[in-house]
């Protein structure tokens, strides 16, 4: 396996699959529709939260033929139900709350359709809800994850040409789980020592669970790909958060930086590398925005979270197969 290091740059971006322009533009219409219709009148916290289901449905990427979309936005949506559940009960208990962010991220492990969708749905709604109680709180998740349905139904409806299906992605089996479970806990533990008034200590965990890949080469892979991508999504989360435009402004720009997502990503991850991390951090937080350094915190924590992978994927394992040879 080539080292991260030395991957080079159009390697990182060397396209794997078909663009999905057609699909991005339905979902990032849905998307825009979300924080707008809310916004005017007056409910812009409640657009937030559905945003925030419905991005947990839509990425990483949907199928484009009908049982294959149906059986994933089924269970990620089914998913992102059970962990809001989870959380609301959680919530009150640290450790608790902990260990179910461990044990989501090995279920996401070993089911193949669900994948760090459970992980990121632990951490992001435990985020956005902040210790609010009463499973009430759960609505607007549960209808963003409908409304993806509804996006991804019209775009079928009117497609003509449909990009290939890539292969279906497989689960990495007990070995990978574990070692997603170790990198994870470490996250989350160090999260817990973090300053209390720090801004956006979650994207440690986040980083974590988006990195590990079933194997080497593919984790190797993604943390070239995230370390190159994340550095220039900083840069464009920086300025939006920084200029601090009016609102109508930032749904604009979040919605094209969606569609760019969603319809690259297939092509290759880079492109969601790039573009994903400023529309996560304005759903995180609309209708406010984080301070303009949101964003070098984000790339912060994602090194950080290079380092926890590369010491579980790499030097482990290293390590002890250097014990064992000696």
Do not use: K
């Amino acid at each position: 396996m080539m080292p991260a290091g030395r991957l080079r740059t159009p390697e990182l971006l060397r396209p794997v699959g078909s663009s999905r322009w057609g699909m991005g533009v339905a979902l990032a219409f849905a998307l825009g529709a979300i924080l707008i219709v809310p916004a005017m009148s007056g409910h812009a916290e409640a657009g937030s939260a559905v945003a925030l289901g419905f991005v947990l449905t839509a990425v990483p990427e949907l199928p484009t033929t009908r049982r294959a979309a149906m059986e994933t936005m089924g269970a990620r949506a089914a998913t992102v139900v059970v962990c809001g559940v989870i959380v609301v009960l959680s919530t009150p208990y640290p450790a608790v709350l902990l260990a179910v962010t461990v044990g989501a991220a090995m279920f996401g492990a070993l089911v193949a359709r669900v994948g760090a969708t459970a992980g990121l749905a632990v951490v992001l709604l435990a985020t956005d809800l902040d210790g609010a109680r009463g499973l009430g709180a759960l609505w607007p998740y549960v209808l963003g994850a409908a409304v993806v349905g509804v996006a991804w139904a019209v775009w079928f409806g009117c497609a003509r040409d449909r990009p290939d299906e890539p292969a279906s992605p497989r689960a990495g089996g007990w070995a990978h789980a574990l070692r997603v479970g170790a990198a994870v806990g470490v996250a989350a533990s160090a999260v817990t020592l973090l300053p209390v008034d720090l801004v956006g200590g979650h994207w440690l965990v986040t980083s974590v669970l988006l990195t590990i890949q079933p194997s080497q080469s593919q984790t190797g892979m993604r943390l070239a790909q995230r370390l190159s991508g994340n550095t220039v999504g900083a840069v464009i989360a920086a300025v939006l958060l920084g200029v601090q435009p009016p609102a109508p402004v930032t749904i604009g720009v979040t919605v094209v930086l969606f569609l760019l997502a969603m319809a690259l990503r297939p092509v290759n991850y880079t492109w969601w590398a790039i573009t994903g991390p400023p529309v996560l951090l304005v759903i995180s937080e609309y209708p406010e925005l984080f301070p303009w350094y949101e964003g070098g915190v984000r790339l912060a924590m994602n090194l950080a979270g290079a380092v926890i992978v590369a010491v579980v994927v790499f030097a482990i394992p290293a390590s002890i197969r250097a014990y064992r040879e000696r």
